[in-house]
């Protein structure tokens, strides 16, 4: 058997077109675009490439996208009085501040002073209870277990019953997207299982799993026999393995793994995300939804 290959690269650009018409409606309908603050303070090379594709993102769709770049001295309260700045401003309705942060800022308290109903990373205490309630409490779910969840029901894997074990008990993969399976409503319903480093037997967990949700950062952790045949895979899994020489550009880039065995994964698996390709381009997408989503709710129309 080979299994279908989700990719998240066709899912992800399929929901920014529908993203975009939504935002091109709303500016018609109600002359205002969702805002977006990306907050990135000093110039670690990972976050400028994150936060760059997040603006990249935003812009493509039409967003309003300040970007806020602080020097790495920033006190910890002119960091505060900034977000304070932004849960103020009537055109933002989202605020992301990039992590890490340096060390003489404590990121629990920058993170917990931004207006939990402008959270899009659905992290704040606040979104992660209303989360847990569910239905239509939830507000904005994490972005990349969300992306998880829209790779699983675009695929037309059923939910509904299905033995869901999620690998790895993490807050912001593991817990959260165990939360969304067993939510109740459509593209959830699931029994759930979460397992983790003190679990006694995880092949016998897996192999029980009609969805299995990997997420422990162990490359190949999931030997090819613990797959149920048929199952829904996916590996949220990224660990770099080693350097190669890219063809494209000559320079030196990361040789990436999943979690799972991939190639041998994808003989039993019923449907299978590659790494990378699969979960990874999911999370900015859901970034996006999210911000629309808070102007949705500050207009009352979500
Ligand atoms: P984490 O280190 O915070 O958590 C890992 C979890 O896996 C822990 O709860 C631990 O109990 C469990 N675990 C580790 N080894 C295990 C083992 N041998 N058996 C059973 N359980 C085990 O990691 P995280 O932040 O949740 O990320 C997990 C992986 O997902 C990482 O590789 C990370 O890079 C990747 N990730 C990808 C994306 C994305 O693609 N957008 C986003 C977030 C994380």
Redesign the pocket.
């Known amino acids: 058997m080979t299994a279908k290959l989700i990719k998240g690269t066709e899912v992800r650009d399929e929901i920014l077109v529908e993203l975009k018409d939504e935002v091109d409606k709303i500016k018609n309908e109600h002359g205002v675009v969702p805002g977006l603050v990306t907050i990135l303070v000093g110039e670690n090379p990972a976050s400028i490439s994150y936060v760059t594709s997040k603006i990249k993102t935003a812009q493509s769709l039409g967003f309003k996208e300040v970007q806020d770049n602080q020097p790495d001295d920033i006190s910890e309260q002119d960091l505060l009085g900034l977000v304070d700045k932004y849960n103020k401003d009537d055109s933002i309705h989202g605020i992301l501040v990039q992590l890490p942060l340096p060390k003489h800022i404590d990121d629990k308290k920058i993170l917990n002073a931004i207006d939990p109903d402008k959270d899009v990373d659905g992290f704040h205490p606040v979104n992660v209870g209303r989360l847990m309630i569910g239905g239509d409490e939830a507000k904005f779910l994490p972005?990349?277990p969300a992306?998880i969840q829209e790779l699983i029901v675009r695929s037309g894997v059923e939910t509904e019953g299905a033995e869901v074990v999620v690998?790895?008990?993490?807050?912001?993969?593991?817990k959260p997207i165990a939360n969304i399976m067993l939510q109740k409503g459509p593209g959830a319903n699931s029994t759930v299982t979460i397992?983790?480093?003190?679990?006694k037997d995880?092949a016998f967990h897996c192999k029980r799993a009609d969805i299995l949700i990997?997420?422990?950062?162990?490359p190949d952790?999931v030997k090819p026999e613990w797959i149920k045949p048929g199952a829904c895979v996916i590996d949220?899994?990224?660990?770099r393995v080693g350097e190669k020489i890219s063809e494209k550009t000559g320079k030196k880039i990361a040789i990436l793994k999943?979690?799972v065995d991939f190639e041998k994964a994808k003989e039993i698996a019923g449907y299978i995300t590659p790494?990378?390709g699969?979960?990874?381009?999911?999370?900015i997408t859901m970034l996006m939804k999210n911000t629309l989503k808070s102007l949705k709710f500050h207009l009352g129309i979500e």
């Open positions: 972005c990349t992306g690998v790895g008990r993490s807050n912001i993969v593991g397992a983790h480093t003190r679990t995880l990997v997420a422990a950062g162990v952790l949220v899994g990224v660990n999943g979690d790494v990378p699969g979960v990874g381009p999911m999370t």
